[in-house]
């Protein structure tokens, strides 16, 4: 993959400019929006050359940029620890790919992540991708305990697993956006194939009220953009967790929502919801086929009933 100032029309300058606004990827470039552009000091009618041409180089043309990411990478999966839910997600959760864990208090949401940061550093004959995580958490839920309780369970060793995962918190939506874009060195290198974000409703509901739909639509959208690029451009998985809430005057029996609607829905993959039932009982449910699976959270993590 080229570099943005390997473009005649990036100079060195511009790809500082470019950069930071954000724009640090020839496939961020080639589907930003003129007005971003413009933020960086180009005229519009240059704005829009220079992403046509990036768009070029890139040789998109009428392809979208996920057939033109799949001919580069190859596809990986990260199992969660049941081979019943894997199946139910194809195998398991997709590099390339963003997927949402969604449910309501104590469905196994940040179990999930949890297991998911220590399993992708299995071998790839083992589930794995033999590589680290980089966990980004809203609302203090990640437990360094239990990471070591389900490394042993594992036969790892505990230290060495919390080492390679990469934690950060972020308590408001400005903390979340700059840790995402911290994430992306962890993913230049390659050592880490996977981001996980536990809670991504959380910093949004907190800082939005019900007045600011649309603002908090717009950034939303931004924020899951950026991961699903950062998912084609290093070929890791992202996996967010989602609250859920519920419609009073739903007929429906199922009458719980996921944070974020439609504009949630046009970046994800795979949209996952998870219930508890009783002691060890978990349930997924694909929430577009209506499949559903049992499986299992206990003191070892996430495995089959
Ligand atoms: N060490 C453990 N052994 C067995 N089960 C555990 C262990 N730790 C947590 N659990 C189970 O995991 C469940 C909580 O799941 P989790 O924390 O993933 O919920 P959540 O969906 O993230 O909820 P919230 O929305 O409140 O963050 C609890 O019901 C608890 O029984
Ligand atoms: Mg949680």
């Not at 930003?32 to 040789?59: F, P, Q, S, Y």
């Not at 060195?185 to 800082?207: E, Y």
């Not at 991961?227 to 070929?235: C, S």
Request: aromatic residues 8%; proline residues 3%; charged residues 30%.
């Amino acid at each position: 993959m080229f570099r943005l100032e390997d473009l005649p029309e990036i100079d060195s300058e511009l790809a500082e400019r470019l950069k930071s606004a954000g724009l640090n990827h020839p496939l961020l470039l080639a589907v930003a929006t003129a007005e971003h552009l413009e933020g960086c000091g180009l005229g519009r009618a240059e704005a829009i050359e220079l992403m046509g041409k990036t768009r070029e180089k890139l040789d998109i043309r009428f392809q979208t940029l996920r057939e033109f990411a799949d001919r580069i990478y190859q596809v990986s999966r990260i199992s969660t620890g049941s081979r019943y839910l894997d199946d139910l997600m194809e195998r398991g959760v997709e590099t390339m790919k963003v997927t949402e864990f969604f449910g309501p208090a104590a469905s196994g949401k940040t179990q999930l992540s949890q297991q998911l940061a220590v399993n992708v550093q299995l071998s790839e004959g083992e589930g794995g991708l033999g590589s680290e995580a980089v966990y980004i958490d809203t609302e203090r839920g990640f437990s360094p305990r239990r990471i070591e309780e389900m490394a042993r369970a594992k036969d790892l060793r505990p230290r060495e697993v919390l080492r390679k995962i990469f934690y950060a918190r972020a308590d408001t939506v400005e903390g979340l956006f700059e840790m995402v874009r911290k994430a992306e060195k962890f993913l230049q290198d390659k050592s880490a194939r996977i981001v996980i974000v536990d809670n991504l409703a959380g910093p949004f509901s907190a800082q939005f009220d019900r007045f600011r739909v649309h603002e908090k639509q717009v950034l939303t959208q931004k924020l899951l953009f950026r991961l699903l690029t950062y998912g084609e451009v290093y070929n890791a998985a992202v996996v967010f967790t989602n609250r859920v809430y519920s419609i009073p005057d739903a007929i429906a029996a199922e009458s719980l929502h996921p944070f974020g609607g439609m504009v949630v829905d046009r970046s994800v993959h795979k949209k996952i919801m998870l219930r508890n039932q009783r002691q060890h009982r978990y349930l997924a449910r694909d929430f577009r086929s209506d499949r559903e699976t049992l499986f299992r959270i206990d003191e070892g993590g996430v495995s089959d009933l």
